[in-house]
């Protein structure tokens, strides 16, 4: 009885997608060592920088994935309209992004250190694929066909490390990785678009171009808070970096922060996961919504410190002994990569709190102001890599302190009203 109830469980969708997802994250953390084995230091932290750079032009679509993941799981007849108004916004920033990569091809080769007009065909070729793909899932998801979800996923980790690698016998770090993760999207897709061949058709037999106000509004308002976000989530602080450190800082410090977010993987994202959607289902008990933030920020933090102690106490050993000792100076990152994961981890389960009680919008504001200041400094200075972290994680406890008082201002001036 036992063993049937388990094997029922093991094929519910959910659960599968699950270990797919996990399996793809385990395979993408093998990569990265692979890589740091296979190419130079210096192709190393250019590799990084170019995936951290993918990473945030992905946030023009991440709206968009989000918003067609909602309007698929709707059951109206204006899904098709919304649906449709977002695949002419993507248009729109294809466009845009075209132009943009045209406009500064030159200054694009050298902040990415391209050797030449290869590199960069290559690289706007792959920025295309990759919205796309983000794009693409959205459709999966809002369709919760999560087998499919979970299994391109897990196609395109294990092509892009077995492409990328055999082709870095061969080829520059930065070209090789491109020709991998391209081509290993690029059959993600068709395999998406054969799946729902029968929607696209659909969508695309209307040639009236059109864009919803409200719907372009609801975009904006996402954009502007995922821009300063994903400086945080995906490797801002290499971008910033890479416009005045060496490519060999770069690449210590890459292996440094990638091993420090461990702690984000593994701890935060599923507390923050959990949270979510419990504190959404009480909307009306506010003191049961503060407790669950409590619990799981004070569950988040001590993990988080457990890992960064044994991170600052063993990392010199664990970087020489997954990377090889041409990364032993990376160990000088530690202690900051340690304190920037850690408030990450406590900022982002704050962040899915924030989403559940309605607080997007200050959010926003406060978000995008304290970062754009962060950024500015930042330049300004031309801090250094240890300090640039340091730097990011005080701007996110700014920016939750700030809705925290901005919060309990509000609650003690509606307390004074009520009566």
């Known amino acids: 009885m036992m063993i049937a109830r388990l094997k029922a469980y093991r094929k519910n969708p959910s659960v599968q997608y699950t270990l797919m997802s996990i399996a793809a994250s385990g395979i993408n953390f093998l990569t990265l060592i692979i890589w740091g084995r296979v190419f130079s230091v210096e192709d190393y932290g250019s590799i990084t920088t170019l995936q951290a750079f993918l990473s945030n032009i992905a946030v023009f679509v991440t709206p968009l994935q989000i918003m067609l993941c909602k309007a698929m799981a709707m059951h109206t007849t204006e899904k098709d309209k919304i649906v449709t108004d977002l695949l002419h916004i993507m248009f729109m920033i294809y466009l845009a992004e075209l132009f943009f ?76 990785v491109m020709f991998g993760f391209a081509a290993a999207e690029c059959l993600c897709i068709i395999l998406i678009i054969r799946k729902y061949k029968d929607i696209f058709r659909q969508l695309f037999s209307s040639h009236k171009f059109r864009i919803d106000l409200s719907v372009l509004k609801n975009y904006f308002w996402m954009f502007v808070l995922y821009m300063i976000v994903s400086l945080y989530m995906n490797n801002g602080d290499l971008l910033l970096g890479n416009l005045y450190c060496s490519q060999e800082e ?3 410090y890459s292996v440094a922060i990638s091993l420090s977010k461990i702690s984000i993987f593994f701890i935060a994202t599923p507390v923050a996961t959990i949270l979510l959607p419990k504190i959404a289902a009480v909307q009306n008990n506010e003191k049961y919504r503060k407790k669950m933030l409590f619990v799981s920020e004070t569950v988040t933090l001590i993990i988080s410190v457990s890992y960064g102690i044994c991170y600052c106490l063993l990392g010199q050993w664990g970087i020489c002994l997954l990377y090889g000792e041409s990364y032993r100076n990376a160990a000088k990152y530690l202690l900051p990569c340690m304190l920037f994961s850690i408030v990450l981890g406590i900022f982002w389960v704050f962040y899915q709190y924030v989403m559940a009680i309605d607080l997007i919008k200050i959010f926003t504001i406060a978000t995008a102001a304290i970062g754009l200041s962060m950024i500015a400094f930042i330049l300004f200075s031309k801090a250094g890599l240890s300090l640039i972290p340091v730097i990011m994680a005080a701007a996110m406890l700014v920016t939750m302190v700030t809705i925290i008082l901005y919060q309990l201002l509000k609650e003690k001036l509606n307390g004074t009203i009520s009566p």
């Not at 200054?107 to 295309?128: R, T």
């Not at 693409?136 to 990328?164: A, C, E, H, P």
């Open 101 to 176: 990569m045209i406009a500064t091809a030159r200054m694009l080769i050298n902040y990415l250190h391209f050797a030449g007009g290869i590199e960069i065909f290559l690289f706007g070729s792959l920025v295309f694929l990759n919205n796309s793909y983000i794009v693409l899932n959205g459709i999966v998801q809002g369709k919760q066909d999560f087998i499919l979800l979970g299994r391109t996923n897990l196609v395109l980790y294990v092509l892009k490390m077995l492409l990328s690698t055999s082709s870095g016998l061969h080829f520059s770090g930065p070209l090789a």
């Open 250 to 252: 770069i690449g210590f």
